[in-house]
């Protein structure tokens, strides 16, 4: 078994690394101060396209394709390296690269079922970075934990699909550079479960979708990634091209951008605890208490070598899924990837959480980003499906398992 990046990746991680350092994290007091200068501003900091600029002249260009031309052709396990380094800076790093969410779901499924109208209308741009999207899916009527319960209404009305009801956690929806919604709802109440939802391709500026408001995470409003929106659909009518894969294909198409954009996730959790680390290293040699550095006290040292553990340990969990969504597929790796998402985020946190200790009152301020990278590990415990739901299907496939060697 051979843990070690081959050369390509290598070239690559030193090559993001390099960009992180001397691009992005010099752009992140910048850019914070923007937004705290604009604060009607939902769209990107103008700094945010000469990242992008710089990105694309380096040819660090939607890294997180696999095995696309128009991407870096890399497999999901040579992606996991990179999308980590990014995550030392969430909010600036992938969307820098052009691999953030809810982007990079959504030109993978487009890529795999748009027409070649709606490749054209919006794969295209959403590649070349000049506008950004939304997936709307989650609703606040309902508990979509369980996708069954999805209810907006998609109605045939003859050349015309008719959308109505409410979603909420549409991220990104009210940055001024989205342009589109996917949008999940019921075509075929009538058919069998997992047959009763379709998807279509909803231009933001459709007459009857009114962005009522965001909601906010612990506080944050996210506005540099363009806040959580909460949509209304009101009679928006669609042409029947807009329709995205096949009709009562819902699930299967939402299913493909949820397992990679949940691996994608933790691979960038990595990179978000390897930062908290960093920062709660360095604080503790510099910070003194009762005349010894914080750094040399006991309590200390047991965080620091557990969060070592945790982390390295959550690491080879997701490697472990990224090498076999690239073996076998996504679908048969879903446990694996379930494994990842329950796992990666309670470690972050539980790193972050130290760090946030680590620096007492700085920590839980807005002065230093422990706090953030805190409520998006947090956040991450729900998003994409919740500890739970991914608890009971890896429980479920245990209970089948035949075991090795009977013991009663």
């Known amino acids: 078994m051979d843990f070690d990046y081959t050369d390509k990746v290598k070239d690559l991680q030193g090559r993001v690394t390099a960009f992180m350092q ?37 040819g660090l260009w939607n890294l997180f394709l696999p095995e696309d031309s128009r991407g870096a052709g890399l497999t999901n ?35 795999r079922y748009g027409s070649p109208e709606q490749q054209e209308q ?50 990104s929806a009210l940055r001024r550079e989205t342009k589109v919604a996917l949008v ?3 075509t075929d109440p009538d058919a069998e ?10 231009p933001i500026d459709a007459p009857g979708l009114t962005i009522a408001r965001t909601t906010t995470v612990f506080g944050f409003d996210d506005r540099h990634e363009g806040g ?20 009562g294909g819902g699930f299967a ?24 680390v960093a920062m709660m290293t360095e604080r503790a040699k510099t910070r003194v208490t009762w005349g010894e550095p914080v750094a040399d006290q006991g309590i200390f040292q047991t965080w620091l070598a557990d969060a070592r553990i945790q982390i390295n340990a959550a690491r080879l969990v997701v490697l472990n899924a990224a090498f076999k969504m690239d073996t076998i597929g996504n679908k048969e790796a879903r446990h694996e990837i379930a494994a990842a998402k329950i796992m990666v985020p309670q470690v972050a946190r539980d790193v972050i959480d130290r760090a946030i200790q680590t620096f007492g009152g700085g920590g839980i301020s807005s002065d230093f980003p422990l706090a953030y990278l805190y409520v998006t590990a947090r956040y991450l415990q729900i998003a994409d499906g919740p500890d739970e739901v991914h608890r009971r299907s890896l429980a479920r496939a245990e209970l089948k398992r035949v075991p090795l060697l009977k013991v009663m």
């Open 22 to 58: 001397d691009y992005v994290i010099p752009s992140e007091e910048p850019i914070s101060t923007w937004f705290a200068e604009n604060r009607d501003e939902w769209g990107a900091a103008p700094m945010m396209d000469d990242l992008k600029a710089e990105a694309k002249k380096q």
């Open 77 to 111: 396990l040579e992606y996991a390296p990179l999308a980590e380094i990014t995550g030392w800076s969430p909010t600036i790093g992938p969307e820098a690269l052009n691999c953030s969410a809810p982007d990079t779901g959504n030109m993978e499924i487009l890529s």
């Open 122 to 171: 919006w794969l295209k741009p959403l590649l070349a970075g000049e506008i950004r999207s939304c997936f709307s899916m989650t609703e606040p009527e309902v508990a979509s934990s369980d996708a069954n319960n999805i209810a907006l209404r998609i109605e045939d009305d003859g050349d015309s699909w008719v959308l109505n009801g409410r979603k909420w956690w549409s991220s």
């Open 184 to 186: 999940m709802g019921v």
């Open 193 to 202: 479960v997992g047959k009763r939802h379709s998807l279509v391709c909803v």
């Open 228 to 247: 959580h929106g909460v949509l209304d659909y009101v009679d928006v009518r669609l042409p029947k091209s807009a329709l995205l894969g096949p009709r």
């Open 253 to 276: 198409v939402a299913q493909s951008r949820l397992g990679p954009g949940r691996i994608h996730h933790c691979m960038r959790l990595i990179g978000m605890a390897e930062r908290a």
